[in-house]
């Protein structure tokens, strides 16, 4: 499925905007991860949202990298 929206959105003519996150993820404790959008880069940006709003941190994942848990002292990815 994947393979298939990429071959319609580079078939069709570019968004002029695009969103500003790519998916939200939370773990265990509360803590939001939001996966950024940012053009043009082909690595992977999460930015950690504490319960107040407050930015926690980023964590750069290579390029691919799937997401598949997130803990208090862990990420767990897989590459593709």
Do not use: K
Not at 34 to 55: C, E, F, H, K
């Amino acid at each position: 499925m994947r393979d298939r929206i990429r071959a319609r959105l580079l078939t069709g003519d570019p968004p002029e905007h695009l969103p500003a996150y790519g998916a939200l993820l939370p773990d265990r404790t509360g803590v939001l991860w939001v996966r950024l959008s940012i053009p043009g880069d082909s690595n992977t940006v999460l930015r950690a949202i504490g319960d107040d709003g407050a930015a926690l941190g980023e964590v750069v994942l290579p390029e691919g990298a799937l997401v598949h848990e997130i803990g208090t002292d862990h990420l767990l990815a897989s590459i593709e």
